[in-house]
């Protein structure tokens, strides 16, 4: 990436974390809201499930033999 990408995602990161903690104090009844950063967390561990999912169905359906054209 070139340099005014990574200048661009750092200034998004950080409006977003003073807009995070700051500003958008709202009460919400359920109770994963009350934990810091919870939705990356959870992007993150849905993301590693979905990738060795992914890997363990590619292993089991998709991979073949080297011979398997040759037999």
């Known amino acids: ?3 005014w990408h ?3 995602l750092g200034v998004v990161f950080i ?3 003073v807009l995070e903690f700051g500003f958008m104090k709202i ?3 359920h109770w994963w809201n009350s934990i810091p950063a ?3 967390i959870w992007g993150f561990l849905g993301t ?3 990738i060795y999912i992914s890997k363990w169905l590619g292993k089991l359906f998709i991979f073949r033999d080297e011979d398997y054209y040759d037999a």
Do not use: D, E, G, N
Request: net charge positive; aromatic share 16%.
């Open 1 to 3: 990436m070139k340099t």
């Open 6 to 8: 990574w200048i661009a």
């Open 15 to 17: 409006i977003s974390l």
């Open 38 to 40: 919870f939705y990356a």
């Open 27 to 29: 009460k919400s009844p």
């Open 48 to 50: 590693v499930v979905i």
